[in-house]
T-cell receptor, first 114, second 115 residues
Framework: AQSVTQLDSQVPVFEEAPVELRCNYS??????LFWYVQYPNQGLQLLLK??????LVKGINGFEAEFNKSQTSFHLRKPSVHISDTAEYFC????????????FGTGTLLAVQP | DAGITQSPRHKVTETGTPVTLRCHQT?????MYWYRQDPGHGLRLIHY???????DKGEVSDGYSVSRSKTEDFLLTLESATSSQTSVYFC??????????????FGNGTRLTVT
């Protein structure tokens, strides 16, 4: 079974500053990894995903994440945030079998301040 | 945005009453899912469907049932609502089974309050 840990429930940051949202996972098998973003009163949208290959994955809105197998991490980064990036961010994991049942972390609220 | 409509968007109901939430999709995707979102828990899978009349349980299925009589509709029923089922419910769809090739697309959610 897989599990996902997002240690930071909230991350306050000033506009134009860099940010890193942390995600660690646990699994006994190879996994796919995802970051989803949820804007207020909306559903989740896929930000980026890691399937295989390059460990640095680029997503929408200038976000990127790096897969680190030895540390079982998939941290999300952005070099310069905007007010519009204020949202909740969810890390998720799925096994590589024939399922699409994602296990989600508890989410990190990114609060960008002017 | 994927064509997913959840109804109602908001509902307040009393303990012990039955409640049905509807998810309607226009994408003709085979796979549909119901998640609930609660503070401190993220999203947890309730039930999912892999085709018409084909459903299976997720990690938090107790107290919930589902039905899928048409490709486009996936219903979630709380037979006798309890306060612990107060939550935001999200429907999601995917074209194929593998998460790697077919990411989930989510609806905008239904906020359910059980008093």
């Amino acid at each position: 079974a897989q599990s996902v840990t997002q240690l930071d429930s909230q991350v306050p940051v000033f506009e134009e500053a860099p940010v890193e949202l942390r995600c660690n996972y646990s699994s006994s098998v190879s996994v796919y990894l995802f970051w989803y973003v949820q804007y207020p009163n909306q559903g989740l949208q896929l930000l980026l995903k890691y399937l295989s290959g390059s460990t640095l994955v680029k997503g929408i809105n200038g976000f990127e994440a790096e897969f680190n197998k030895s540390q079982t991490s998939f941290h999300l980064r952005k070099p310069s945030v905007h007010i519009s990036d204020t949202a909740e961010y969810f890390c998720a994991v799925s096994d590589r079998g024939a399922t699409n049942k994602l296990i989600f972390g508890t989410g990190t609220l990114l609060a960008v301040q002017p | 945005d994927a064509g997913i409509t959840q109804s109602p968007r908001h509902k307040v109901t009393e303990t012990g009453t039955p409640v049905t939430l509807r998810c309607h999709q226009t994408e003709n995707h085979r796979y549909m899912y119901w998640y609930r979102q609660d503070p401190g828990h993220g999203l947890r899978l309730i039930h999912y469907s892999y085709g018409v009349k084909d459903t299976d349980k997720g990690e938090v299925s107790d107290g919930y049932s589902v039905s899928r009589s048409k490709t486009e509709d996936f219903l979630l029923t709380l037979e006798s609502a309890t306060s612990s089922q107060t939550s935001v419910y999200f429907c999601a769809i995917s074209e194929s089974q593998g998460a790697g090739n077919s990411p989930l697309h989510f609806g905008n959610g239904t906020r359910l309050t059980v008093t």
